[in-house]
């Protein structure tokens, strides 16, 4: 008898332990350490893709499958970002409560502005953006739009934690602001500097504190340069007086290199995500590192 009390009271704990914590996949490293910051013990959260990879092309592990399976939540960055490899891992986990529509699914890029939406429907061929930038994260006043949405959404999922949640981002939000007032206070000398990045994936952080995109080294997004455009790129950079060329840690960097070399201008390598590159280990990191490695420069 005392044996069978004793597993009821297991199997009643095991299972409040079990559904008491929300079970949070994310796609990329920043909206897991958001989750994990606002859920704290009530979540248990996994974020999926390697913050050192090319966002756009991640190749999936059959380890994600079984993560998706079992999760309440599944929070994606959203814009086409995932579009090349998260679909099948949510086909294949074939879990009811994080399809697209259902409460458990939560699509961040709904809850910003995306910058460079085509106005016309012909997408140019290639382009990885076509429903405009999806490198919203890199806007620092984008975070605690982004944390307030998934502290809403936690709530939804598990009302009785609501006032946590909430206490939770409040506490974030006031941590947030004090680091934007020290990043705008460095970057203040750069309002005006011209750069040229490889890829469109710094645009939100440089518009945000008034840096001048010269041009881009892909000539489209995704899109490889050709010698010709390279060729153009440096006459551009000559000409428009860029100060710094900025690349992500994935993209080759052959051509950056080159032109970094002739035009003897500075080249910076910049974290895009948490775990680009060891000293962008969360949210805050991830700017700081930014910060430090233009204002170094
Ligand atoms: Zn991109």
């Given at each position: 008898m005392k044996s069978i009390k004793l597993l009821f009271f297991m199997l009643f704990f095991g299972q409040l332990g079990f559904s008491g914590?929300?079970?949070?996949?994310?796609?990329?490293?920043?909206?897991?350490d958001i989750a994990q910051r606002i859920g704290k013990d009530k979540v248990e959260v996994v974020s999926l893709a390697r913050g050192d990879y090319n966002p756009h092309i991640i190749i999936p592990k059959p380890s994600y499958i079984a993560k998706m399976r079992k999760a309440d939540l599944l929070i994606i960055n959203g814009g086409q970002l995932e579009i090349g490899w998260l679909?099948?891992?949510?086909?294949?986990?074939?879990?009811?409560?994080?399809?697209?529509?259902?409460?458990?699914?939560?699509?961040?890029?709904?809850?910003?502005?995306?910058?460079?939406?085509?106005?016309?429907?012909?997408?140019?061929?290639?382009?990885?953006?076509?429903?405009?930038?999806?490198?919203?994260?890199?806007?620092?006043?984008?975070?605690?739009?982004v944390a307030k949405a998934i502290t809403e959404r936690l709530s939804e999922l598990d009302p009785d934690n609501q006032a946590f949640y909430e206490e939770n981002n409040k506490e974030f939000y006031a941590l947030w602001q004090q680091k934007m007032k020290t990043?705008?206070?460095?970057?203040?000398?750069f309002k005006g500097v011209?750069?040229?990045?490889?890829?469109?994936?710094?645009?939100?952080?440089?518009?945000?504190?008034?840096?001048?995109?010269?041009?881009?080294?892909?000539?489209?997004?995704?899109?490889?340069?050709?010698?010709?455009?390279?060729?153009d790129v440096e006459k551009l950079i000559d000409r428009e007086k860029v100060q710094f060329i900025l690349q992500d840690v994935y993209n080759p960097q052959d051509a950056a290199l080159y032109l970094s070399k002739k035009l003897n201008i500075k080249l910076l390598i910049l974290p895009h995500d948490v775990g680009a590159v060891k000293e962008a280990d969360n949210v805050f990191s991830v700017f700081d590192e930014i910060v430090r490695r233009l204002t170094n420069g």
């Open positions: 914590q929300l079970q949070v996949v994310a796609t990329y490293g920043y909206i897991g679909p099948q891992i949510i086909k294949q986990a074939n879990n009811g409560a994080v399809q697209p529509g259902e409460r458990g699914f939560l699509d961040l890029s709904m809850h910003v502005h995306l910058i460079d939406v085509p106005t016309s429907v012909s997408r140019e061929l290639g382009d990885v953006h076509p429903e405009g930038n999806p490198h919203f994260f890199m806007d620092p006043d984008n975070i605690p739009i990043w705008e206070e460095k970057l203040k000398p011209k750069v040229v990045e490889y890829h469109k994936i710094f645009d939100y952080f440089l518009d945000r504190f008034g840096f001048v995109i010269a041009g881009t080294i892909e000539p489209l997004p995704g899109i490889p340069p050709t010698t010709k455009h390279i060729a």
